[in-house]
């Protein structure tokens, strides 16, 4: 496939199971009325009539692999039609459908039928994401000429929310996977067809999806059970018929059926349809229905240009819908290998923070990563063509040496590999940081992805990524690379939380007062809406270059203010009082009885409990004689490197 795969290697099956592990649904649960509900708003024609106890059989077709074209072609000989599911961000790329080759599919007498724009797992997104992912397939689709009525679940991932928007998009029915007995193991229990009409037209049932494994007799053991037990509706998927070999690859995908076998298959049912022992419809002939009305496109979110561009950069916001990978992270990969991803701690911070880990178990070819997810709009970083953009990311590996593997997103929603950078050295399990700055992003391109990837057997974790579009990134006269604490000082100012001095310096040896203290903190909490209200502090007027900074500090508790009733804006900030700011900006935890004490940070100090934490948190690490020193003004490279760790560890996540 196109979307993961290097310049001259193609990627790996987009889903090795449609289904993912542990969404199997039951579908003798009862239809949610929240779709049933929108199906009757929006006017839906009852479902085509068919006759008690006859069993109807559909081909389906999922992903526009274009070697679907050759199955097409044996069906149309024989009689038959199927339905063939699009994704449209996937279509007039290499290995996949043509716009002409679509329409000379519906030309013959077969369906299309949408499938999201990016094959998006559609319970694990958000609503915005959700609409763009479904309308704009089918928008996109109606405007190529092709008469799109009905969709199938990506992965068969669905929610009450996705079958409503499918429901408004247009769409009449919606297939699943899974739900129907086969040779699977896990589906004994399960009814042998899909009822007529359905008793969820927006998750209608059909076996596990087939793939190199299924003999000819397993497939027509689904036909001849459901006429042997009532009848009903069976919906076959098929990925890829033929070799399962895609241009560029040597590496058969599992999810094939072989041209031979289809052919018999075909043969078969053809047979039984002509004697009238079954019948082979389309979806559209069973469901019924209308074409209703395009839906209107979604936009793309306003794209974001400045700071770090990277969603869940820290990897500790979870996934939707019990997803195994952070919030906005995939998994991809090519070739022949196998990879295993999963959570680990403690990550790149220390503590409790996560890291994600991928063990490559088996290697020939190709490779596996982790990366921003291939989305529309909702995770992956948007992009100004002719940019280039400074990627960052931390690492630990041990066996094969690793990369940042680059991709760009066109505005049709198309993902295509872009390039890569030079291979690095596995590390022996020491966290390393990675930094890359990209060749100017192509034109047409609306979006960007990057990841680490490995090349052989090992294992990689992978934590705190980032990335800037460099026309924002700002560098100080007074900080080199070599100052101890310059990717600190660095983070602070790509992330808008430090503009420097005009003069062009950061002045890191210079002490910091609690006016910048409340700018710095106000910044790394996202700039958040400042209360109305009055003046809380007399010492600090209206008129204060850092008056709303101070006025959100005070409203949110992180400052007390002084006895007499003042803030000080003005005066110096202790390492003491800083471990207090950050302690109540997050929320004023619970500080473990084991958390580290400093010789000169005693019980009687005002903020020992607070110090404490900070060392237990590791965003202080004291000074090389063991010594916090509370009472010491603190310097604006220290503050950077708290902020720094602060952020590590409680990142804000989406």
């Given amino acids: ?256 059926v072989s041209t031979d076998t289809f052919n018999q298959f075909s043969d078969w049912l053809a047979g039984l349809k002509n004697s009238n022992a079954v019948q082979v419809k389309t979806v559209k002939e069973v469901i019924g229905g209308t074409l209703k009305p395009a839906p209107a496109v979604v936009p793309p979110p306003v794209p974001q240009t400045t700071g770090n561009l990277i969603k869940n950069p820290s990897l500790e916001t979870p996934g939707l819908a019990g997803s195994l990978l952070p919030r906005c992270w995939q998994a991809g990969g090519y070739g022949n290998n196998t990879r295993t991803f999963s959570n680990v701690t403690p990550g790149h911070a220390g503590t409790a923070t996560a890291a994600q880990q991928m063990v490559i178990s088996a290697y020939t070819d190709g490779d596996g990563k982790l990366l921003p997810t291939l989305d529309t709009g909702e995770c992956a970083p948007s992009a100004t063509p002719g940019h280039t953009y400074l990627a960052k990311a931390w690492y630990k590996s041990t066996g094969g040496n690793t990369q940042f593997n680059l991709h760009y997103r066109t505005a049709s929603g198309t993902w295509t590999y872009w390039t890569d950078s030079i291979q690095y050295l596995p590390t022996n399990n020491v966290w390393t940081q990675l930094t890359y700055t990209t060749p100017p992003v192509p034109a047409g391109a609306t979006a960007i992805s990057f990841g680490l990837n490995m090349l052989q057997v090992g294992t990689l974790v992978t934590d705190d990524y980032e990335l800037y579009d460099t026309v ?20 602070m100012s790509n992330n808008l939380i430090t503009n420097g001095y005009p003069d062009g310096t950061f002045k890191p040896g210079t002490t910091l007062d609690r006016g910048m203290m409340a700018a710095f903190l106000y910044r790394l909490a996202g700039r958040p809406t400042v209360p109305a209200g009055a003046q809380k502090f007399p010492d600090v007027a209206p008129t204060h270059v850092f008056y709303n900074e101070i006025q959100w500090m005070a409203s949110t508790g992180i400052t007390e203010g002084f006895p007499d009733g003042g803030y000080h804006p003005f005066e110096q900030v202790n390492r003491d009082q800083m471990a207090a700011f950050l302690y109540r900006m997050n929320g004023k935890p619970a500080v473990s009885a084991t958390a580290p004490a400093f010789p000169d940070v005693t019980p009687s100090l005002k903020f020992y409990n607070e110090v404490r934490w900070l060392a237990d948190m590791k965003i202080t690490l004291g000074f090389p004689d063991g010594t916090f020193r509370p009472g010491a003004s603190i310097n604006r490279d220290q503050v950077a490197a708290f902020i720094y760790r602060y952020n590590l560890d409680f990142p804000k996540g989406m």
């Fill in 1 to 256: 496939m196109t979307l993961l795969q290097r310049s001259t290697a193609v990627s790996e099956p987009r889903h090795r199971a449609e289904r993912p592990p542990g969404r199997r649904k039951a579908r003798w649960l009862a239809a949610s009325t929240t779709v049933a509900l929108a199906a009757s708003l929006l006017g839906l024609t009852a479902p085509a009539a068919n006759a008690v106890g006859e069993t109807v059989v559909t081909l389906t077709f999922d992903d526009a692999n274009v070697d679907q074209i050759v199955a097409a072609d044996k069906l149309n000989a024989v009689g038959l039609k199927g339905t063939f599911f699009l994704p449209s961000g996937y279509m007039n790329q290499t290995n996949y459908m043509t716009t002409a080759q679509a329409l000379a599919l519906q030309s013959a007498g077969h369906e299309i039928g949408g499938h999201s724009v990016t094959h998006a797992d559609l319970a694990a997104v958000g609503p915005e994401e959700l609409a763009r992912q479904v309308c704009n397939d089918r928008a996109t689709l109606l405007g190529y000429g092709l008469n799109v009525e009905n969709f199938a679940y990506p992965f068969a991932s669905a929610s009450d929310a996705a079958k409503a928007e499918v429901a408004a998009c247009g769409y009449n029915s919606a297939r699943g996977l899974g739900d129907i007995r086969s040779k699977v193991v896990g589906s004994e229990t399960f009814p042998f067809a899909e009822t007529m009409p359905p008793g969820d037209l927006y998750y209608t049932g059909a076996p596990d999806q087939l793939d190199n494994t299924w003999t000819l007799a397993d497939m027509q053991s689904l036909v001849t059970q459901a006429q042997a037990n009532g009848g009903g509706w069976v919906q076959l998927t098929f990925h890829h018929i033929g070799d399962g070999k895609v241009v560029g690859s040597a590496v058969a995908d599992p999810l094939t």
């Fill in 472 to 491: 924002g990134v700002k560098t100080f006269t007074d900080v080199p690379a070599t100052f101890p604490l310059y990717n600190e000082i660095s983070w």
